[in-house]
């Protein structure tokens, strides 16, 4: 009873001071009063990594700021050279998203770094809370730029290669912002010297919220791909150009289009494929369109059903630009492998979750996080909130403060297992 007295009084303690800084850091968004939106080497990015600076001064961390633009507090430990234990996630937002997708998980990490600090304890091995650059992939159609960059998976080639909708480049915002693209290669990180990553997030999915379930310990992230594809055709008058004389871009897209989501519904293994965003050019209602951009972003956990899907849509691609005589395009954004997360961290956090009565359940993100990037080379585990009604994305996602508070608390505690080991 005395225990659990004391884990109530330590939780409400750090609910106040995780509530008082995602409150803070709402206000840096472009988009006020409609959501989230803080895109990378942006204004309102920048404002965020100089609280979380003020935020890791505040507990005596050693601050830096990498060539990508990602945060790091470091709090030393007795042996320097020992493979750190690393914990965070990241402060971009997508476009009208909410208030705690990533930027939570940093604040999280930073919660761990100051309990770590009050408890006075100097533990073996260093521990770092991280915020990481640019993971959503909103602004240039990619993802996992920053914790990317820190495995050494970045360079200079990669920054120039993508463009957002205003043909700016990463390259270019990068230097817009003041980092020099040319140095991207100085924020990776010397094999072994990280030992583990931590990640807390929100669900962004309805079951831990549906099962009235605490806790979830992801045991695996989805792979994901993700295509910008382009069909070209022949702008045209929408109303004297017969049907069998007319290159029409939308209507070889549309085809396309409407199969994929089939293709999806097939397969097991939480696969989805979702074409998020459309554009058709010149866009008037009486022109035929010569050119439509579509994305495409396939997931599962099972590798090879992304693999046929993607196949698949270059498939019809061919089949329908062969038949009204366009062209087409498609450019690979992002691949990645889905990832098995540390089974050795999670019994631990599975332990930490009996011993203090919290309710818990092992599940799949078909999000994908820093933990997807930095697990496909080292041992990652992450912890999930419930999102309310599991609404993420949009300007009403929400968990309770006092749910990170409870995420925080495994994660201490995971974090002086591996930090003395
Ligand atoms: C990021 O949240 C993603 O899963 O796309
Ligand atoms: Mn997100
Ligand atoms: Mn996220």
Avoid at 332 to 350: F, G, Q, R, Y
Avoid at 404 to 418: C, D, P, R, S
Wanted: hydrophobic share 40%; with cysteine.
């Amino acid at each position: 009873m005395k225990a659990r007295k004391g884990i109530y009084m330590v939780i409400e303690e750090i609910t106040g001071r995780i509530a008082r800084d995602l409150e803070h850091l709402k206000q840096y968004t472009a988009t006020p009063g409609n959501g989230c939106t803080r895109l990378p080497f942006s204004k309102e990015a920048r404002q965020a990594v100089e609280y979380l600076k003020e935020l890791m001064h505040e507990i005596d961390l050693e601050v830096s700021e990498d060539a990508a633009g990602n945060v790091f507090g470091l709090l030393k430990g007795e042996d320097p050279d020992a493979p750190c234990v690393m914990m965070g996630s990241h402060y971009d937002s997508v476009s009208n998203g909410g208030d705690y997708d990533g930027i939570a998980g940093v604040i999280c990490a930073i919660e761990v770094a100051r309990l770590l600090r009050e408890k006075g304890i100097k533990p073996k091995r260093s521990f770092v809370a991280a915020g990481f650059n640019d993971e959503e992939g909103m602004r240039f159609g990619t993802g996992y730029f920053g914790s990317g960059a820190m495995l050494g998976h970045r360079d200079v080639e990669y920054t120039k290669k993508f463009c957002d909708k205003d043909g700016i480049s990463i390259y270019e915002a990068m230097k817009e912002y003041g980092l020099v693209p040319e140095n991207i290669e100085e924020a990776a990180w010397e094999e072994g010297r990280i030992g583990s990553f931590l990640e807390v997030h929100i669900e962004q999915g309805p079951v831990l919220d549906a099962e009235g379930v605490e806790l979830g310990l992801v045991d695996c992230i989805v792979g994901i791909q993700r295509y910008m594809v382009t069909v070209n055709g022949r702008a045209d008058h929408a109303g004297t150009t017969p049907m069998d004389m007319r290159m029409d871009a939308v209507d070889a897209a549309a085809k396309v289009i409407s199969k994929i989501a089939d293709w999806a519904r097939e397969k097991a293994d939480g696969t989805v494929a979702t074409v998020g965003y459309i554009n058709t050019v010149p866009g008037g209602m009486n022109i035929v369109a010569e050119k439509v951009e579509f994305t495409v972003d396939i997931r599962s956990r099972n590798n090879d059903n992304i693999n046929d899907i993607a196949a698949r849509i270059k498939k019809a691609l061919e089949r329908e630009v062969a038949e009204y005589g366009g062209s087409y395009e498609i450019e690979n954004k992002l691949t990645i492998t889905p990832v098995e997360l540390s089974a050795e961290m999670l019994d631990i956090m599975e332990a930490e979750c009996k011993e203090l009565g919290y309710s818990y359940r092992r599940m799949l993100s078909g999000a994908g996080h820093d933990a997807l990037e930095i697990g496909q080379n080292l041992p990652a585990v992450m912890l999930f909130l419930p999102s309310k009604e599991g609404r993420s994305h949009c300007p009403v996602e929400f968990t309770k403060y006092s749910d990170f508070a409870k995420g925080t608390v495994i994660m201490q505690k995971l974090a002086e297992k591996l930090l003395d080991k």
